[in-house]
């Protein structure tokens, strides 16, 4: 399977600020990649490299490459990375309460992108809306196109919100923790319809998240992000099997479960460092219970670990 | 939106009630009389009583002021004592200058401070957007007498484009209207441009990017949208502000107005007068609440579904 | 309308002035400024009116004229004559003479138009007062029977408070005569008054019976007047240094130096009808002890004031009346002179010794009155200056603004202690007005009723028979006022009026008192 | 089940918002008829969706807000029915944790300044050198004392809010929704510190959550509620759901493990405004059991006592 | 407060800072300043332009502009600061008191506030003035209820928003009274908001005792204050122009400086949003 998206050992910086480091994944055609960590450790900033977007928050990349479908999107003009976006890559944001323009109605926001990126008149992308509102399932779509965003409930919002990452055809989904402010019932809602649209239509999706349970339950291969480096990353069953960094098996031991015992749930001790002041070494050192001095002193390199990498001078063995 | 409009006029009346009953009575604290004014020096406490009755001044103040009420109601503004003519006549000779004035120093001021704003915004933390911005803080905080005053010696007295006062001709409302408007357009650039910077960050702003807008579109067609949205609230509030400030310049540039006539009166103690004027300036401000509720409601469906 | 701008315009401002102009000036128009003086006189209505702007001379005629020498030459009476006892007298009237709106001029309308002046209420009634009756003897006839000898009557008959109104008209209009509507047989009508801005004349196509002191009979030479009210003397300047108008009809002293500076424009004087003084409340303590009085009337240095203030444009003054009238000629002992020493001297004896920083003071209380003044800005400055003069000697005199249209009710309190102000008159009973025990407060500021002084004033006022008898009884009684130093004078000013010389031409002289009708029936704009 | 410590009856909370002269307001019923009972030393969760009135609940039960009908009752105290100073005087006996770490947390007081608080509050004397002792309680170096808070991080603000409601040694704690701005690591710590605390100081817990998952692994019962009303009491965290509510509630729950992959299947239909509930069953719109008699009857809370459920056509 | 002292650190903070300092500094000891004084007259003297004797030149009445903007600086800038803090202090009431205990009172307060806020305040001041009088006080008194709503909207605001903070709930579920809540919460929190505003509000309020004294209205002669000293100047825009254009620099510089000064210490509270939330 070729990479549709390929982010090879990118960082970022805002300002003067480093935030992401060296971070390499990829997803594919028909594949759902899980992007995984707690707030603070660059996930959504990631996102924003994939789509160009980092200037609108003052970011760049200082190193490494972005590449869409092959192309490198750093050699792009501007324009033409416009073009891929809404055309080629879509992208669903984490609040669906202030993702749509308030003063504009539901159906000019949607229909605005096929008529930009597929070259359709007025009527020919209300058409095309239309259709894709039912195909999310929204009842009454004609009534929806012509409402307020403001009259519209969370869920059907963030379906509207998919809608528009849909309406250019594209061959990538970024979606930003597309349920978070999501009730929990209407968060399987949105899950169930992001995985429909891998299995339809074959397009790729990137899903943002710092659920263990939703990337168990859609994902195809998980990549673990910690304080702006990737920690884990390969196919979701062995890692979830067997987590061969001690962040991946913490995190998955974060969610509560029915079975476990009374007093099981301890979470990570202390808390995700700032930007600012990075530990040396392995920057999850100070939380890490497998930690020693050399995790203190040294930046442990990426290797392979079954399909998968890992950067842990101490990973656990494979299942 | 209707049903609301007729809401918010009946809600103008119990205003425009207590604005009329302070504006009646606030006058009375005023020192000094009219009718001393026009009496003859030594007239007898006899002439001074018949003045009293014939201005209705001999009432108590709460029949007086139903009295000019219901006249005021039926459109009958009274007599100005001193001035010695229908009150109506004064306004109505009074109002065009200031709406004039008024109005051109509102499209001055909104029309160059949202483009100030606008560029301002564009470049934020750059060197247009300091230029401007300290440009603009320069202009609000000259006096605006003073504005009128270094106006004149400049462009009138040194170059001789405009005339020195009056109000003849388009020419002579140049540099008045440039003195006003100065003060609005660094009011309005301000808003536009904090509204513009904080709109852009919006969330929605993002996914318009992600959408593949141009940034100019985006700009122009959803963030100056919103960003206009307070900017033309808080102009349809300051409407009576900018009528009732022009005193200063109206004074500086000898022009007629509702400022000056009010001026004058208030040292005439010609109560009628005053209180005209004074609930002049106070429908604009009600009127000028009511528009800025209108246009809130046009442009923001969140406003116009919380009215219906 | 707009303005004639220029001729050192840039070009492209003129021809872009071009493209919005309405419409340009017509040659036969003017544009004058009044006085800061007259600024919102609300009225043309001369019975009822205090305040009268100079348009007023323009739309009325009185019945005789003045001439600059003050003697008195027919107008609408062609001419008079005074009963040998005084008690009498028979005017002749012109013929064919008409008001605006068409009615005409008889003796019948004179009659008409004195009982409304009697009647009516208002300030000026006094000017008629001495008219028992008046007998119309035929059309062109009638005579006024006096109650007593009055030898100024021919001085308020030349009066623009006694202008010749319409009488139908005057009664049918009430309020708005002189406001909406105003009809006389001057030789302009009014086209717009609008107070406090201007007010336009047109002329009076039909008029043919100017005053003999003018050279042009009429009608008048400039088809429309606009009379302007600006309130700012600089501001006015401004308008005609920048082309703005044509005429300013007052300039003050301090603008002159101005005014001359510029090439086009041409100053104008006639001798001055004004006198400005410092009023002294003589019931108000220190003020009620006639030494500190004296000591504040003298410590006003009159030629200081003169050459900083007025830059030395005008005249000092020593006594309360100007001094081309001849009851301005009072002994040498009763002028009021800058004598600093005498006023220390005087303050010491009267117990005020000079205590720290420069103020006096008696029993521990500071010598510190109260100075109250117009917030016009020639008034402010003076009152600065007399501030500072009255410091030298060790009074400390607090400065209190009031709007000019407020301080007569302020004056009527009787609160006030020394003052600032002007007058404009040309006749000795102008001390009568402002002395009189019966007007206390205002206009007698200095709220003086001394009985030795009301007698002179009954006598001066009503006891002459004829002129000479009036002014040395006028001069007896301003004489005796001034040793009780009721008031200090200051300074008395020509009447300046400046014009743009490229644009209005004027007679060689003006034969009147002062710029009236006769000098606009002679007035030309240049083509 | 304990001696009951609280005893809720039919309570009911009326919201208005809106209306002036001439608008008509617009009416809310945010709490429905709700009766409960919290044992001595229980830790009951709550739990529901946004605006199911759960945490609207929970100031009704500490009378931060007063109910429109209905009575509470603190260990045999009506405290609806208290008098001001009373029911202040009541206050040191309960305590509640916020949701929001940054906003409960006065930003000008030091922690210090914010762990005295309740002393004040309560008119007593601070003592002081109970600072440090109050602070490790909750995990917390006494260095920190003379931090404020926007030098302390999320997981850090929450343990203060967990200090400053233990300060007068309460017996009931009402945490609303303590760890829902939290990261899943940090919601760990406090979820494991508030289970610690429970056992050392024998606290009674009434624990607001949207979070079923988290109320089953900490709680001893749990409330279901659903649009203001209760439609659900599970005796205890094991037992199968009974009412479709909490049913797709418990489906909506992803286990993190991969090997337990199974259809998702969503709730259809929307959740009718909270100001104009449908006659019947509220949750009708959504549930893919409801016949006509949902729609037009509301069942009322209802069957075993141990298990009360709130449906027509229970599981 | 250490905010203010870091204000100055910033680039525009500092400058701004110095000016406001120099301004002070001036007005506080304008007599050992200055050799000259400020009510002495040398008419001879008059409309002296600038020169080593007199930096700014002379008057009408030819006493030393520089002089004489000093010890206006000291009315202007006195009268100004007692009347914003008069406007502050009865503002903070009656907007703390609206916002607490709502209802009518509220409903009152927040009509009469929102009618006079449209209102200019310089007509306000012109008609409070006719009613008091002119001179110092009349002019301080019309500063303080011009700018009275301005005070009470932003206090109410604050309160507002604050009463919805958890922290306030917070504080009433462990038993807080009322005042407990007030003071030791409620208005601290407000208090960084309305000082800064108040500040800035200073700036306005020296444009409006300008004006004032521009329609000869304020400090009477022969006491200076800035607006009274471009009264006298306007009739001479033209024949002594410096007596007018430097006491309006005075007041624009300042004023300029106060909100340079003000923005940086916005910067610093780090209370930005609250000001723009409820203006």
């Known amino acids: ?319 | 939106m209707l049903p609301w409009l007729i809401k918010r006029l009946l809600m103008l009346v119990p205003v425009f009630l207590a604005v009329s009953v302070v504006i009646f009575s606030i006058l009375h604290f005023i020192p000094g009389d009219p009718i001393d004014n026009l009496l003859k020096i030594g007239s007898s406490p006899e002439a001074r009583a018949e003045m009293e009755v014939r201005y209705g001044l001999d009432k108590p103040l709460a029949v007086q002021y139903s009295i000019w009420l219901g006249n005021v109601v039926q459109g009958d503004l009274g007599t100005a004592i001193v001035a010695r003519r229908p009150v109506a006549d004064l306004i109505a000779q009074a109002l065009p200058h200031s709406l004039r004035l008024g109005g051109l120093a509102l499209l001055f001021s909104t029309v160059v401070g949202v483009l100030l704003g606008v560029v301002a915004a564009l470049n934020r933390d750059r060197w247009p957007d300091r230029a401007i911005m300290g440009g603009v803080l320069v202009g609000s905080t000259m006096p605006s007498f003073w504005l009128g005053l270094i106006l004149i010696l400049v462009f009138s007295v040194s170059l001789g484009w405009f005339p020195v006062s009056g109000a003849r001709g388009w020419q002579s409302l140049v540099l008045p209207v440039l003195t006003i408007g100065l003060g609005g357009t660094a009011l309005v650039a301000r808003i536009t441009r904090v509204s513009m910077i904080e709109a852009a960050g919006r969330d929605f702003v993002t996914l318009l990017h992600a959408k593949g807008l141009s940034p100019l579109r985006i700009q122009l067609g959803h963030v100056l949208r919103h960003a206009l949205i307070p900017v033309v609230t808080i102009l349809a509030l300051r409407i009576g502000w900018i009528l009732g400030g022009a005193v200063t310049v109206e004074v500086v540039f000898a022009r007629p107005g509702l400022g000056t006539l009010l001026i004058k009166s208030l040292s005439q103690h010609d109560y009628p007068v005053v209180q005209a004027c004074l609930l002049m300036l106070a429908m604009a401000v009600m009127l000028g609440t009511l528009l800025g509720d209108i246009m809130q409601a046009l442009m923001d469906p969140r406003v116009r579904a919380a009215l219906s | 309308m707009t303005y004639p701008l220029r001729k050192s315009f840039l070009a492209a401002s003129v021809s872009l002035a071009a493209l919005f102009s309405a419409q340009s000036l017509a040659a036969q128009e003017a544009v004058f400024v009044i006085g800061t003086a007259e600024v919102g006189a609300p009225t043309y209505n001369p019975i009822k009116a205090t305040m009268l702007n100079t348009a007023t001379a323009l739309l009325f005629d009185r019945m005789v004229s003045q001439a600059a020498d003050l003697s008195y030459h027919p107008w609408l009476a062609e001419s008079w004559e005074e009963a040998a006892d005084g008690m009498s007298w028979t005017f002749k009237l012109k013929q064919g003479i008409t008001f605006h709106n068409g009615e005409p001029f008889t003796a019948d309308t004179v009659k008409a138009w004195i009982e409304l002046f009697k009647t009516t209420e208002g300030e000026n009634a006094y000017m008629a007062e001495a008219i028992a009756s008046v007998e119309v003897v035929d059309p062109t006839t009638v005579k006024f029977v006096m109650s007593r000898p009055e030898p100024n009557l021919l001085y308020n008959l030349s009066s623009t408070f006694m202008s010749v109104i319409e009488p139908k008209s005057f009664a049918a209009l009430g309020d708005n005569f002189g406001v909406t509507e105003v009809y006389g047989t001057g030789p302009y009508k009014l086209e717009s008054f609008a107070v406090g801005q201007e007010t336009v004349l047109v002329r009076n196509e039909d008029y043919k019976w100017g005053p003999a002191v003018a050279a042009n009979a009429g009608p008048a030479k400039v088809e429309r007047l606009t009379f302007r009210e600006i309130p700012e003397d600089s501001t006015a300047f401004l308008e005609l240094k920048t082309g703005g108008v044509d005429f300013l009809l007052s300039v003050p002293a301090d603008l002159m130096g101005e005014v001359q500076k510029e090439a086009n424009l041409a100053v104008l004087t006639m001798a001055g009808q004004d006198v400005w003084y410092m009023p002294i409340n003589v019931t108000k303590a220190p003020f009620d002890d006639i030494r500190v009085r004296e000591a504040a009337a003298k410590a006003i240095n009159q030629d200081e004031i003169l050459a900083s203030v007025f830059g030395g444009v005008g005249a000092v003054a020593d006594t309360f009346l100007i001094s081309a009238l001849p009851e301005s000629k009072v002994s040498d002992g009763a002028r009021i002179k800058f004598d600093p020493d005498r006023s220390n001297a005087l303050l010491d004896e009267a117990g005020w010794a000079m205590g720290e920083g420069g103020v006096r003071m008696k029993d521990g209380q500071p010598l510190k009155v109260t100075l109250w003044t117009q917030s016009d800005s020639i008034f402010r400055r003076l009152t600065e200056v007399v501030q500072a003069q009255l410091k030298a000697v060790g009074i400390e005199a607090e400065i209190t603004t009031f709007d000019s249209s407020m301080i007569r009710d302020q004056y009527k309190t009787g609160e006030q202690q020394l003052a600032v102000r002007s007058y404009n008159w040309d006749n000795a009973d102008i001390v009568d007005w402002f002395f009189g025990g019966d007007r206390l407060g205002y206009p007698n500021v200095s709220m003086f009723n001394d009985p030795k002084a009301e007698e002179l004033r009954t006598a001066a006022m009503t006891g002459a028979k004829n002129m000479e008898e009036r002014i040395a009884n006028f001069t007896a009684y301003h004489d005796y006022v001034l040793t009780q130093f009721p008031m200090a004078p200051i300074y008395q000013p020509v009447q300046a009026m400046a014009y743009n010389a490229d644009r209005i031409s004027l007679p060689a002289t003006i034969n009147a008192p002062s710029f009236g009708t006769a000098a606009f029936m002679d007035l030309e704009v240049k083509e | 089940m304990t001696a009951p410590l609280i005893q809720i009856d039919r309570l009911s909370k009326r919201f208005q918002s809106g209306g002036g002269i001439f608008a008509k307001p617009r009416v809310m019923m945010a709490v429905r008829d709700v009766s409960l009972t919290i044992g001595k030393g229980e830790v009951l969760g709550v739990v529901g969706e946004s605006g199911c009135g759960k945490s609207t609940l929970a100031r009704l039960v500490l009378r931060l807000i007063d109910p429109t009908a209905g009575r509470v009752s603190f260990d045999g105290t009506e405290i609806t029915a208290l008098s001001p100073a009373a029911l202040r005087k009541m206050r040191r006996r309960m305590a509640m944790v916020f949701q929001d770490p940054y906003s409960s947390l006065d930003p000008r007081h030091t922690l210090a300044e914010v762990l005295a608080e309740p002393f004040r509050a309560q008119g007593e004397p601070f003592p002081p050198d109970r600072l440090p002792e109050m602070l490790a309680a909750v995990g917390l170096p006494a260095t920190m004392a003379s931090s404020y808070p926007h030098q302390l991080s999320g997981g850090q603000r929450q343990r203060v809010g967990i200090a400053r409601a233990l300060a007068l040694n309460p017996d009931l704690v009402v945490l609303d929704e303590p760890t829902a701005s939290l990261d899943v690591s940090i919601q760990a710590q406090i979820i494991a510190l508030l289970a610690d605390l429970r056992d050392r100081l024998g606290l009674t817990y009434l624990f607001i959550s949207h979070d079923l998952g988290l109320v089953r692994y900490f709680c001893d019962r749990i409330v279901v509620m659903y649009l203001g009303a209760v439609v659900e009491v599970l005796p205890n965290t094991t037992t199968a759901p009974r009412h479709p509510y909490t049913h797709a509630l418990m489906q909506s729950n992803f286990a993190p493990d991969p090997a337990r992959r199974r259809a998702i299947e969503p709730l259809t239909g929307e959740i009718p405004s909270p100001f104009a509930l449908p006659p019947g069953c509220a949750f009708a719109s959504r549930c893919p059991r409801a016949s006509d008699h949902c729609r037009r009857e509301t069942p009322a809370l209802g069957g075993e006592t141990a298990h009360p459920v709130a449906c027509f056509h229970p599981l | 407060m250490i905010a203010p002292l870091r204000a100055l650190t910033r680039p525009q903070g500092g400058i701004a800072g110095l000016w406001l300092i120099l301004v002070i500094v001036a007005a506080l000891f304008a007599a050992v300043l200055t050799p000259y004084a400020y009510d002495i007259q040398n008419l001879p003297n008059a409309y002296q332009p600038a020169s080593a004797q007199h930096w700014l030149g002379t008057d009408e009445f030819g006493r030393d502009l520089l002089t004489r903007l000093m010890y206006g600086a000291r009315t202007s800038l006195s009268v100004s600061a007692t009347a914003i803090s008069i406007s502050v202090l009865c503002g903070m009431v009656l907007g703390a008191a609206a916002a607490w205990f709502g209802g009518w009172l509220d409903r009152i307060v927040t009509m009469t506030v929102d009618l006079t806020w449209s209102f200019p305040e310089i007509l306000i001041a012109l008609i409070l003035v006719a009613i008091i009088g002119p001179g110092t006080t009349g002019v301080m008194i019309a500063i303080a209820v011009a700018y009275l709503a301005q005070f009470t909207r932003l206090t109410r605001a604050q309160i507002m928003t604050l009463k919805g903070e958890t922290f306030i709930e917070a504080a009433r579920s462990l038993g807080a009274g009322d005042a407990h809540i007030l003071f030791r919460h409620l208005l601290p929190n407000a208090l960084a908001p309305v000082l800064v505003s108040a500040m800035l509000a200073t700036g306005d309020a020296i444009i409006l005792e300008a004006t004032l004294g521009f329609f000869g209205l304020g400090a009477q002669p022969p006491v200076p204050s800035w607006g009274g000293m471009m009264s006298a100047g306007s009739a001479l825009v033209f024949k002594a122009p410096w007596v007018i254009i430097f006491p309006g620099l005075a007041v624009a510089i300042t004023v300029v400086a106060i909100n340079l000064y003000g923005d940086a210490l916005i910067a610093e509270l780090d209370i930005r949003a609250r000001l723009r939330r409820d203006a």
């Open chain 1, 1 to 319: 399977m070729t990479a549709l998206l390929d982010l090879q050992s990118v960082s970022v910086s805002i300002g003067k600020v480093a935030l992401l480091d060296g971070i390499s994944l990829s997803v594919a055609r028909g594949q759902i990649l899980g992007l995984v960590g707690e707030s603070g450790s660059g996930k959504s900033l990631t996102a924003m490299a994939a789509m160009g977007l980092l200037p609108l928050f003052g970011g760049r990349v200082t190193q490494g490459s972005v590449r869409f479908d092959g192309q490198d999107m750093a050699a792009m003009t501007e324009a033409e990375r416009r073009k891929l976006r809404g055309r080629r890559i879509g992208f669903v944001t984490q609040n669906p309460m202030t993702a749509l323009d308030p003063v504009q109605r539901i159906g000019e926001q949607v229909d605005v992108v096929s008529r930009l990126h597929l070259g359709l008149d007025r009527k020919a992308a209300r058409e095309r809306t239309l259709d894709l509102l039912t195909q999310l399932r929204i009842p009454e779509a004609a009534a929806v196109a012509e409402a307020w965003p403001h009259q519209l409930s969370g869920g059907m919002k963030q379906r509207i919100v998919i809608a528009m990452a849909l309406a250019g055809e594209p061959d990538l989904i970024i979606a930003d923790e597309p349920t978070t402010a999501l009730d929990v019932t209407v968060q399987a809602q949105i899950i169930q319809i992001l995985g429909n649209l891998v299995r339809e239509k074959g397009v790729a999706l990137m899903l943002i998240t710092h659920d263990m349970g939703v990337v168990a339950q859609v994902c195809d291969r998980v990549a673990v992000l910690y304080a702006g480096r990737l920690a884990e990353e390969g196919a979701v069953a062995p890692i979830f099997a067997a987590p061969a960094h001690p962040y991946t098996s913490a995190l998955i031991g974060c969610i509560p479960q029915e079975a476990m015992a009374k007093g099981a749930l301890r979470g990570i001790p202390g808390a995700v460092p700032s930007a600012l002041a990075f530990p040396a070494g392995c920057r999850f050192h100070p939380r890490c219970d497998r930690a020693s001095d050399l995790c203190r002193k040294t930046v442990p390199t990426t290797g392979p670990r079954g399909d998968g990498r890992v950067a842990c001078h101490h990973p656990g063995a494979l299942a």
